[in-house]
């Protein structure tokens, strides 16, 4: 048949992200804007990884272009990227036959189930330095892998009430996959409606490739890298340390103020900078990412510094919940 | 009598859980319907599974359990009357039977009279007890990962529960689990069925209504459909046979509703990488079975299960996208392989210093470094005039065997480390000898492996997994209860088929000792491989455990020759005269136990004048001789048929000589005849193990 048929019809890549944004908008997700700091996959995002915490119910999508510097490759890989891009959408409390919703929104990018061999396979998901964790499977399309699909259960090593339904569609994939390519590259990211011409993928970003590899691989400069881990590290600490103080103060407080007769107010709390301290952590895993690609990371060494990042994503996720619970009583 | 239908429907359940569940949820169910008396001893019954749901079907439920006239036992009458009037005692007892005091009776029992009153216990119906019992069976089905997904976590479960069918005939029983109540509303196929649910008539339309749904419930007959797809498929390409994966089938199997099977091709280039490769990716990464022609040679096609009917129209759609990815696996597969040789391993072994083999024990360069002195040390044992090896390409092969772990092919295909070391040496001119042991250094893997095909290879692989366990051990990191995490069990199962299987005339104490642990580790390392050894002749071997333990008092340091012992043993048996022997043995041990006796071997015998005693001497004499001169030649089975001979005098014996003389020289020496002959013949097995019904 008709591949150049099939082809033709296919949507492009910012259709592809449109139809999907519009689908989920459609069914109640609020859209949020991709998260304009580096982070490796959609999950570390502040609109994942906080939001899933405590109690309040959300839907939430949004595009995260991750970028994973050891994955790079020059461009010269069809298949492999520096930095990629996702659809996150985020379901608290996922509803009722959530993975009939899912398939629907294939059917709405064009995909004809009927004439596609889709399973779904356990595939669990771990991210030991975030404490999180859950089960869930791997989308198969033919063989290809599109989409992840997980009930979160835990992050920063809490038990999740209501858990999650996270689903995270692998865009270049998909849209490789809707255009029957074998290059990444060559996927149609833009067609001009008038004149009919076409931006490719390769042509929005292949420099973009060629240029980060060769940065995380070979320029990033290792000492200033270190240097930057501990910069980020100590002040993320120094935030942390500040917590318990004001939320002590904050209770003694009320209990004055309230003993008082007078309004309390918990601007104290709202106001704590536990985002702050989440992006400090967030640049910490990015920098050791970098480490990483550079080859700068020994095995020992490793699971060392990770243990210091878990320590402030845990730290955060702590101090995040319970802020959460100290407005919320208020 | 009604049949009982149960279905859970679920969302896709884990393929690898998914056997184990059914099962238990039948168990479950029939031991319930056993236990409430609603089922007679043999049901019939069935279990059934896909992805998305269990199901069990029994036969022949008893609608209502029967009425049961319990006799309860009150007060003394002693007690429950005076002067002829009830007491409190005996109206409270009244009461709580719920019968007049008049109806009570009175029973004779060994300490008096009593009061009994026969109560009428009313059956419940079986709806009832369903309703109410099975839930907690199926909240209790044992998954190796669950999760919770409701507010609140009532409960944990592999995957949301997204309907219940429960049918006692035609009537619905509405038990709820889950948050769920059963009703007779199922879901067919995701995408074949129209999505919407259907109502099931009762329990013996359930398949044939499934099926009309596009949904094979019954896993043999999916599993034969698949198998029949696969052979019909490759027929069409000429001289071709798909690879046979038993366990590929069954994961398959439990990843779909409705199977049918598609052929693909890729580009026959890519047949220049190494083949293990190839069938790695295909298999373990994408499901897909292997082809090979005629020859045994991988063909350029692969075969993969879809969950969804094939036809003129998706064929090609399907085929293409599988295609594709296949291509991309193996383009990934090509630029490691190449990649990977632009560092030859002589050079990866000093990267090794960077990979921890253990926090305790180093890196995998110590770890090299361990390996290749036992080597040294099992190699200089073994060698000899009539056991010859390549010395130094055990050493080489000791060096480079974990150099593999720093390639990226490794680091992709984990599966395939020292497979990829072997492959990689061969193809940069390392000799034959060490590429060959570095490719076969985790054989035997699984009780289907061999095990390495080479001296150097079984040598490596003892070398390897002994320095492991005795490192694990020397940390206290040996194995508890089912918790295994470094897989030591598997390491010394290994251990124990290379020394059994192969000719290395090495024994198992040599093979600790080279890893020169402590005396106290040492000691903890024995003890274990002595149940990894009664796990290998119980599974491996098929011998019978009083066989087992038998063979293994007379000693388990030659494992060659322990499972020639147990082969032996297992033979003769069955024959009168060693049972009889092995009965008498046992009464030796006993009647020695008793008196505590310790043969003290400096006491010579000396034979009286009793003749069935001189007689037993004799020929014990005369016949042990002739059992060393055989078990010499390993000739165990003529060895333990010699034996046997001895039953007519010690027959005698037992019949005819008192053991326990009044004079304790004659006692002594009594004892000491019986000792001797039990020794002398317990070499080969301690035949008072031996269970001798009867």
């Known amino acids: 048949m008709s591949s150049a048929v099939a082809k033709k019809k296919a949507l492009t890549f910012q259709e592809l992200l449109f139809t999907l944004q519009r689908f989920w908008a459609e069914h109640g997700c609020v859209l949020q804007q991709p998260y304009d700091l580096e982070v490796g996959a959609g999950t570390m995002s502040p609109d994942t990884f906080l939001r899933v915490l405590g109690p309040k119910p959300i839907n939430i999508a949004y595009a995260q272009p991750s970028r994973r510097p050891a994955d790079g490759r020059y461009g010269e890989n069809p298949n492999r990227l520096f930095r990629h891009t996702q659809l996150q959408v985020i379901l608290k409390p996922p509803p009722e036959r959530v993975q009939e919703l899912y398939l629907e929104s294939l059917v709405a990018i064009g995909i004809d189930l009927t004439q596609h061999d889709i399973k779904f396979e356990e595939d669990n998901w771990e991210w030991p330095v975030g404490g999180a964790w859950g089960v869930g499977w791997q989308v198969m399309l033919d063989g290809q892998e599109i989409t992840q699909f997980t009930y979160f259960q835990q992050c920063g090593g809490m038990d999740l009430d209501p858990i999650s339904g996270e689903i995270t569609y692998g865009l270049e994939r998909i849209a490789q996959f809707l255009q029957d390519l074998d290059s990444i590259y060559d996927i149609v990211w833009s067609r001009d409606p008038v004149t009919g011409a076409e931006m490719t993928y390769g042509d929005v970003r292949l420099h973009e490739e060629q240029q980060f590899s060769a940065y995380s691989f070979d320029y990033a400069d290792v000492p200033k890298l270190w240097e930057h881990l501990k910069l980020y590290e100590a002040e993320c600490l120094e935030l942390l340390a500040k917590w318990p103080d004001i939320a002590e103060g904050s209770v003694k407080y009320r209990q004055t103020v309230e003993g008082a007769g007078g309004t309390y107010s918990n601007s104290q709390i709202l106001r704590f900078p536990t985002m702050g301290a989440y992006e400090l952590a967030l640049k910490c895993s990015h920098t050791f990412n970098l480490l990483d690609a550079r080859g700068a990371i020994s095995v020992t060494e490793r699971v060392g510094v990770m243990a210091r990042i878990r320590n402030l994503i845990v730290g955060v996720a702590k101090i995040y919940a319970e802020q959460g619970r100290l407005t919320a009583a208020s | ?694």
């Open chain 2, 1 to 694: 009598m009604p049949d009982l239908l149960l279905e859970i429907g679920l969302e896709e359940v884990p393929a690898r859980m998914i056997a184990g569940a059914q099962a238990e949820l039948l168990k479950r169910t029939l031991v319930l319907l056993t236990r409430e008396q609603l089922i007679d001893a043999e049901p019939t019954a069935k279990s059934y599974s896909t992805p998305r749901r269990l199901a069990v079907l029994i036969h022949d439920v008893k609608a209502q359990q029967s009425d049961i006239t319990e006799e309860v036992t009150g007060p003394a009458v002693k007690i429950a009357f005076r002067d002829g009037k009830p007491t409190p005692a005996a109206e409270a007892f009244a009461r709580k039977s719920g019968v007049a005091v008049a109806d009570l009776k009175t029973i004779a029992t060994p300490k008096g009279e009593y009061l009994a009153a026969s109560i009428l216990k009313k059956g419940r119906s079986a709806a009832e007890v369903i309703a109410s019992e099975l839930p907690k069976e199926i909240a209790a089905i044992h998954w190796a990962k669950n999760m919770y997904w409701r507010p609140g976590k009532p409960e944990r479960f592999v995957r949301p529960v997204l309907w219940l069918v429960c049918l006692l005939g035609e009537t619905v029983v509405p038990l709820e689990f889950a948050g769920k109540t059963a009703g007779r509303a199922s879901y067919g196929h995701r995408v074949l069925s129209s999505g919407d649910p259907f109502e099931i008539v009762s329990p013996e339309s359930y398949l044939a209504q499934l099926e009309g749904e596009f949904v094979l419930a019954d896993v043999e007959v999916r599993r034969q459909k698949i198998r029949k797809s696969l052979d019909h498929v490759c027929r069409t390409v000429p001289g071709a046979r798909w690879r046979e994966d038993e366990a590929l089938v069954d994961a398959v199997t439990h990843l779909t509703e409705w199977p049918d099977v598609l052929l693909g091709s890729f580009e026959p280039a890519y047949l220049e990488l190494p083949e293990e490769v190839l069938v790695t990716v295909m298999r373990d990464h994408q499901k897909y079975f292997a082809v090979e022609d005629a020859s045994g040679k991988l063909a350029a096609h692969f075969l993969t299960v879809t969950n969804i009917a094939l036809d003129a129209k998706n064929t090609p759609i399907i085929r293409q996208g599988n295609e594709r990815v296949l291509r991309a696996r193996f383009n990934d597969a090509r630029f490691f392989w190449e990649f990977d040789q632009r560092t030859p391993l002589v050079e990866r072994i000093k990267l090794l210093e960077n990979v921890t083999f253990q926090k305790d024990l180093g890196s995998y360069a110590a770890k090299s470094e361990r390996v290749r002195e036992i080597c040294h040390i099992l190699g200089t044992r073994v060698v000899g005039p009539d056991f010859q090896f390549d010395f130094n390409a055990l050493l080489d092969a000791a060096s480079f065997a974990k150099a593999d772990l720093t390639t990226e092919l490794v680091k992709e295909f984990t599966e395939l480390q020292g497979i990829i070391g072997g492959l990689y040496a061969k193809s940069q001119g390392i000799r034959e000898a060490t590429a060959d042991a570095i490719y076969d250094q985790y054989l035997p893997a699984s009780a289907s492996d061999t095990i390495p095909h080479s001296h150097e290879g079984c040598l490596l692989g003892l070398a390897d997994r002994i320095d492991t366990i005795s490192g694990m051990f020397g940390l206290g990191l040996e194995p508890t209860g089912s918790k295994d995490p470094f897989a030591l069990r598997r390491a010394a199962n290994a251990i124990v088929r290379i020394l059994a299987e192969s000719d290395l005339p090495l024994k198992l104490s040599e093979v600790i000792k080279a890893s020169s642990p402590s005396p106290e580790v040492e000691a903890k390392v024995v003890a274990f491989f002595a149940e990894r050894i009664d796990f290998y002749l119980r599974e491996g071997h098929g011998q019978a455990y009083d066989v087992v333990k038998a063979v293994m008092a007379a000693g388990a340091d030659n494992l060659r020759d322990l499972v020639a012992r147990a082969e032996a043993v297992t033979a003769v048996r069955g024959s009168e005269d060693f049972l009889a022997v092995s009965a008498a043995f046992k009464r030796i041990k006993n009647i020695l136990a008793q008196a505590e006796f310790v043969l003290d071997s400096g006491v010579a015998l000396v034979p009286t004048n009793d003749t069935p005693e001189r007689n037993l001497l004799r020929k014990f004499a005369e016949l042990h001789a002739k059992v060393d001169e055989l078990s010499q030649r390993h000739a165990y089975r003529q060895a333990l048929e010699t034996i046997a001979k001895i039953r007519p005098e010690v027959d005698a014996f037992f019949d005819q000589v008192m053991v326990n003389d009044p004079d304790p020289t004659i006692r002594k020496q009594r004892l000491t005849l019986l000792a001797t002959v039990l020794s002398g013949f317990s070499g080969i097995a301690d035949f008072s193990e031996i269970v001798t019904a009867g």
